[in-house]
């Protein structure tokens, strides 16, 4: 059975399930879900109660972790290529550094909105790219770079693995001068910061 909220206070200590009133009397808020009439807890945390607007919250107990969702601008590194697509390590959502890393698939079809030859012209391993979330399809962030300001921030010489640099359209290393294909982002960077 559901505990129900006793007191009309803010600040109670509440688990999903924890009854925390009706639907007549309060508003549903965040971290609160109505079942049959009844607001819940959603989550773990602490009861907001807002008597002027008559609304019930619930704010976490603990930090959310924050995840990538269709829409999200995200950093990765490109792990790994297979035929028509790029493996990438996500550890950015737009500002934020990740503490745990998400696994991103770029598709060919996603990376131009021109036509791309091969994947191997887009990216190659050891790149940082910048990229959008379009899809979460079975819990796989599928990723684009299509979109203008999306593309390779950093890149490596894929023959002596020193960094690229631009000149002009075309990247190049300074070191065996070996010109490269990238899908480059238009803030393509020539250091690490």
Same mark, same amino acid.
């Given at each position: 059975?559901? &505990? #129900?909220?006793?007191?009309?206070? +803010? $600040?109670? *200590? ?7 009133? =009706? ?68 550890? &950015? #959502?737009?500002?934020?550094?990740? +503490? $745990?890393? *998400? ?7 996603? =990376? ?68 490269? &294909? ?12």
């Amino acid at each position: 059975m559901a &505990k #129900i909220l006793s007191k009309r206070q +803010s $600040g109670q *200590f509440v688990v999903p399930g924890n009854r925390l009133g =009706v639907i007549e009397e309060f508003t549903p808020g965040q971290g609160t879900y109505v079942e049959r009439g009844e607001i819940y807890a959603e989550i773990t945390g602490h009861t907001l109660l807002d008597m002027q607007n008559k609304t019930v919250s619930v704010y976490p107990l603990v930090r959310v972790v924050r995840v990538p969702k269709v829409g999200s601008i995200v950093t990765g590194q490109v792990s790994k290529l297979q035929n028509k697509t790029a493996i990438i390590r996500i550890f &950015k #959502i737009g500002e934020e550094q990740l +503490s $745990g890393v *998400f696994s991103g698939l770029l598709y060919i079809s996603d =990376v131009s909105a021109s036509y791309v030859d091969s994947i191997y012209d887009a990216c190659k391993p050891g790149d940082i790219i910048r990229a959008k979330v379009i899809s979460e399809k079975n819990r796989i962030y599928h990723l684009s770079t299509a979109d203008k300001g999306l593309g390779v921030l950093y890149a490596f010489c894929s023959h002596c693995g020193h960094m690229l640099k631009q000149k002009r359209y075309k990247i190049f290393c300074p070191e065996c001068g070996r010109f490269e &294909k990238r899908r480059v982002a238009v803030d393509f960077k020539e250091t690490v910061s």
